[in-house]
């Protein structure tokens, strides 16, 4: 895209008339064919109207970081979120940290 800027104006024109054809003979037709075959959203889950808080880090457990981040799930309001975390195991995957509601 840079290199369009030190195009002669005439020559331009011509690259971005184009590639409008392009998108309108290759692009479009597979934008629509792709959105006939979407599929409705799935249902959502029910989290009685809570908004789903999810804190994610390798650092929870003993690291500094854990130990300061400690209290702050508590400090939600339960009845307006849903408070959960993950951390990783160690093994290349996240495990799921309890939480209460």
């Known amino acids: ?3 369009l800027v030190y195009l002669p104006t005439t020559l331009l024109a011509k690259v971005v008339q184009s590639y409008a054809a392009w998108v309108q ?9 792709f959105a006939a075959q979407a599929k409705p959203p799935p249902k ?5 109207g809570r908004l ?4 994610m880090s390798a650092d929870f457990g003993e690291h500094p970081v854990g130990q300061l981040l400690r209290s702050v799930p508590a400090l939600h309001d339960r009845t307006r ?6 951390r990783a195991c160690g093994h290349g995957c996240y495990c799921i940290i309890p939480h209460s509601a």
């Open 44 to 48: 959502k889950p029910t989290n009685k």
């Open 1 to 3: 895209m840079q290199a």
């Open 81 to 86: 979120f849903k408070v959960s975390g993950m």
């Open 25 to 33: 003979h290759a692009v479009a037709p597979s934008a629509a064919a």
């Open 52 to 55: 789903v808080l999810g804190y």
